[in-house]
């Protein structure tokens, strides 16, 4: 089956920008989003890239480069509440979304 | 936030024992899913709809059955639990057939003895 690739975890401080970084596979590809899960709570919709570039929202920014199946969620200006699972999924044709392991961000003061 | 409920939210059952699990939305969305999540698994796909009567398999639709004659209301029904099928389950909604955002239920905690 599909699978995409993610960091399990990541440590930043508090005002520092870090990146997730996830790879997936092509076939089927249809575009590549970003899900922010607070520990027992639902995941939320952050970011989609269907084209090659940067997608911009307030402090988190998305990345996706089809060529290299490649893909990044940018978060500036750490905050503590960033500290979260973040996932990334990949959409195929029909509306299916394949989500990865997930990474799990703590950001210390 | 999506109107998204899901009922129950926590159940604790034995093996062997049928369970249903609903979700109900409020947004007239045409999609909807049913999702598991394991530690180490992220979120797996069970079933999902795509409109009234029209259900398809995810990638881990065994042990698992679903309907929806309403808009409405998606049920996920476990005919016999299994210790495996332990887990949080999450329902979603997506108004057209695009990827780019779902929205999530709150979730049901499932634990099977």
């Known amino acids: 089956g599909q699978s995409l690739e993610q960091p399990s975890e990541v440590t930043a401080v508090e005002g520092a920008i870090v990146q997730i970084n996830c790879t997936y596979q092509t076939s089927g590809f249809y575009g590549l989003s970003w899900y922010q899960q607070h520990d027992g709570g639902a995941p939320t919709f952050l970011s989609y890239n269907a084209l090659d570039g940067l997608e911009e929202t307030g402090r988190f920014s998305s990345f996706l480069s089809r060529s290299d199946s490649y893909g990044y969620l940018l978060l500036q200006e750490l905050q503590m509440k960033d500290s979260a699972s973040y996932f990334c999924?990949?959409?195929?044709?029909?509306?299916?979304?394949?989500f990865g392991q997930g990474t799990e961000l703590s950001v210390k003061p | 936030d999506a109107g998204i409920t899901q009922s129950p939210r926590h159940k604790v059952t034995e093996t062997g024992t049928p369970v249903t699990l609903r979700c109900h939305q409020t947004e007239n969305h045409r999609y909807m899913y049913w999702y598991r999540q394991d530690p180490g698994h992220g979120l797996r796909l069970i079933h999902y709809s795509y409109g009234v009567k029209d259900t398809d398999k995810g990638e881990v639709s065994d042990g698992y059955s679903v309907s929806r004659s309403k808009t409405e209301d998606f049920l996920l029904t476990l005919e016999s639990a299994t210790s495996s099928q332990t887990s949080v389950y999450f329902c979603?909604?997506?108004?057209?057939?695009?990827?780019?955002?779902?929205?999530f239920g709150p979730g049901t905690r499932l634990l099977v003895l």
């Open positions: 979603a909604i997506s108004e057209g057939p695009s990827q780019e955002t779902q929205y």
């Open positions: 999924a990949q959409g195929n044709q029909g509306g299916k979304l394949i």
